[in-house]
């Protein structure tokens, strides 16, 4: 079965580094997202992509964080400059065009700001 | 803004042990959502429900959906240790909207 993958599984990265996270999404979807989830608590949604472009974004996407489909295969999160709260597990999900599917999730990418 | 709110957000119950944990969401919802996290994993999705009165059921797990109280339910039959993990129950608005999601419920089934 088609999964969506994110890469890299673990980056530790200096406060106020920059850093991208990279996904590949599943080929014949085309909605993607970005969800962030803090040690122990819900998942939150950052930034939802469709045709090249944002569709909507959350209060904590703010301007420390860019999404780009570079390639048209991968689609990635970059935050400018990273605080020590920016430490989380971030997902990267991905939906079909049409039908019931529920949004495939990436195994995520675990950010660790030290 | 669709808001979920699930409890319990803790449960600890005996293998063999049947249980049920609630889902309520604030405002009309396209589609509600269960998924399934273990420990530093991702999220599997278990169920997906559309209408009103649907269930759906795999294994030990049931969901159902009633959308004019606005509850969902995941029903566990019997309870195994497997079964332990955080299930987190979740909303969209639209279809391609994205996800709300609860705090989840933390499962733990003692053998």
């Known amino acids: 079965e088609p999964e969506v993958t994110q890469t890299p599984s673990h980056q530790v990265t200096q406060m106020g580094q920059e850093v991208i996270l990279r996904c590949v999404p599943i080929?014949?979807?085309?909605?993607f997202y970005w969800y962030r989830q803090i040690l122990g608590q819900k998942v939150e949604f950052l930034v939802s992509?469709?045709?090249?472009?944002?569709?909507?974004k959350s209060e904590i996407f703010d301007d420390q964080f860019s999404v780009e489909r570079p390639d048209g295969s991968n689609f990635t999160l970059k935050i400018r400059s990273t605080k020590l709260e920016d430490s989380a597990m971030y997902f990267c999900?991905?939906?079909?065009?049409?039908?019931?599917?529920?949004?495939?999730f990436g195994d995520g990418t675990r950010l660790s700001i030290l | 803004e669709l808001k979920v709110e699930q409890n319990p957000l803790f449960l600890s119950m005996q293998e063999g042990k049947n249980y049920t944990i609630y889902c309520n969401y604030s405002t009309t919802s396209d589609r509600l959502y269960w998924y399934r996290q273990d420990p530093g994993k991702s999220l599997e999705s278990l169920f997906v429900?559309?209408?009103?009165?649907a269930v759906k059921q795999e294994g030990r797990l049931m969901a159902s959906l009633d959308t004019k109280a606005r509850l969902s339910t995941l029903h566990i039959t019997a309870a195994v240790h497997d079964l332990s993990a955080t299930y987190f129950c979740a909303g969209t608005s639209n279809r391609d909207d994205k996800i709300i999601f609860g705090k989840g419920t933390r499962l733990h089934i003692l053998p």
């Open positions: 992509f469709y045709n090249n472009e944002i569709s909507e």
């Open positions: 429900l559309l209408s009103n009165g």
């Open positions: 999900a991905s939906s079909p065009p049409a039908g019931p599917q529920p949004q495939h």
């Open positions: 080929s014949n979807h085309l909605y």
